[in-house]
């Protein structure tokens, strides 16, 4: 279904589609009693809904949900309450606190904490994996944080062809469910990463060259909307929301359920080598002819990292085969530079998950910040002469550590966005491959916290510049490392996003997703404005 396509029948069926999924007379009191919640037999609201403050309608709302569910709601100094904020990747997430935290079992659980939080006017923000760098990005400030942690079955149907993934599974948990029957799905490079996220925002993997990306590879989706109804979304049933989720993040609704296409999962071979500064030239233009090549052979996946220790400058691809072959031929003029290290093994996918992990440390405060260009040698290396250059500005900040890291987002992968009706991420794969760069970067106190959010910005206004000024600019934003300052929904280009508002309109009419789930990336503007 191409994008008018997807207009069209969107424009032919708004007006019923919108009666269907939540008339204008929609009452969230009978909502709620249509999942079997008698609202005048919960205590907190037994006196009806009057007119509260935000802090009280959060109260009363968090005692209706532990009124309901009792031990499913942990809260402040709580065993449950303390494993949620402490278990984040990012320390920014970990300093949130919200009123309540609740751990939903089945998907009328998540539709009732929806209506519960339409009831009171409490803000809520729903956790997978929580791999987000920013602040509320999963959990809701003074809110509802909706920890999705205990949904995590995962199942084949009859002819495994697809499992069946909880949005509570991390992709160690996923891998190792399904390697006893040599599969996998296309998934994360990392072991704690959380489905939800991943998928809803793009999602590379190692086999995306074959593949697609994870949100190419979605048979379908099952969806808590903001009436509390549960659909299934396919590519036949509800296909614009089809088209919607994948790519566009939180907006539409929360998914309880990933119906996912299965692959084979051979051993694979890969780790990283490590070069000095005077390799780098020739480890750019090794990079550049793999992504050239991906459409010779599609087994290789790869990125390369660059940054400085011990005032060594240092650069790392990480190379990885999806089958259990040492040396080839794609990766041959890599081997050929000389390495000062080389980690590179067999390993089965649950072993390679597990050994990335190693290289995304937690219990930091970290930033993620990409843009986007198209591949081009020249202004590669020059790129990377300027982080260098500008890395000294962030030297007497204490526990830093940027990186930036180049990959590319080859044909193949731009080719399959194209299956099942397309994705809303808006990449032209007729413009070829796609140079996808990033700044990760760690460090120890709240103190510095703008200081590296302004040197992160300043290397990106000096970048992009450059590339307007080339003509290598591409405004595509990949929303799975975007930062709090970056609208990704902007970067997919003004059609595809226009066509994502009228679909949350449609879904969504009184934009519960939007307004009460204000967290991580909405369609309107990034989640915070930086002035540096």
Known sequence: ?????????????????????????????????????DVTKIPALASGIQSRSIELGC?????????????????????????????????????????????????????????????????????????????????????????????NEVTLNEDK???????????????????????????????????GGFILGGGISYHSNLYGWACDNVESFEVVTASGLILTVSEKLYPELYWALRGGGNNFGLVTKYNLFTIPAPQMYGGARIFQETE??????????????????????????????????????????????????????????????DTSSSKSLVEYVKYLETENPSGHREVYWPISVQLNEEFSNWALDTFFAMVPQVADVAGVQPVIIYQGITEPMLKNMANHGGNALGLDASKGPV????????????????????????????VIAHAK??????EYIYMNYASMFQDPIAGYGNSNKALLKKIAKEFDPKQVYQNLQPGYFKLDGAPVTGDF
């Open 161 to 195: 062809s697809v499992a069946s993934v909880g949005p509570g599974n991390n992709w160690l948990s996923v891998y190792s469910a399904l390697e006893p029957y040599g599969l996998a799905t296309i998934g994360g490079r990392a072991s704690s990463i959380g489905v």
């Open 435 to 462: 140079h996808l760069m990033h700044i990760a970067c760690w460090w120890s106190d709240e103190s510095d916290d703008d200081v590296v959010y302004a040197f992160v910005n300043s290397f990106w206004e000096k």
């Open 469 to 474: 000024s080339t003509g290598v600019f591409n």
């Open 59 to 151: 109260s009363t709302a968090c005692s209706s949900l532990a009124f309901l569910f009792g031990s499913k709601v942990s809260t402040h100094n709580s065993t449950g309450y303390n494993s949620f904020t402490g278990s984040f990747w990012s320390v920014q997430q970990e300093e949130v606190q919200p009123h309540c935290v609740f751990r939903p079992s089945v998907n009328t659980e998540v539709s009732t904490a929806v209506l519960i939080s339409r009831l009171t006017g409490c803000q809520f923000a729903a956790r997978s994996g929580g791999h987000a760098a920013f602040t509320g990005a999963s959990s809701s400030p003074g809110g509802i944080s909706i920890w999705l942690k205990d949904m």
């Open 1 to 37: 279904m191409r994008l008018a396509s997807i207009v069209s029948g969107l424009s032919a069926i708004s007006g019923v589609l919108a009666t269907a999924i939540e008339p204008e007379d929609f009452n969230v009191t009978n909502a709620l009693q249509n999942l079997g919640v």
């Open 280 to 341: 780098f030239p020739d480890v750019i233009n090794a990079w550049i002819n793999v992504i050239n090549n991906a459409t010779v052979d599609g087994h290789a996946q790869q990125y390369v990292a660059f940054l400085q220790s011990s005032g060594m400058k240092l650069g790392t691809a990480e190379l990885t085969y999806t089958k259990n072959e040492s040396d080839p031929e794609i990766f041959k003029q890599f081997r050929s530079i000389p390495a000062i290290s």
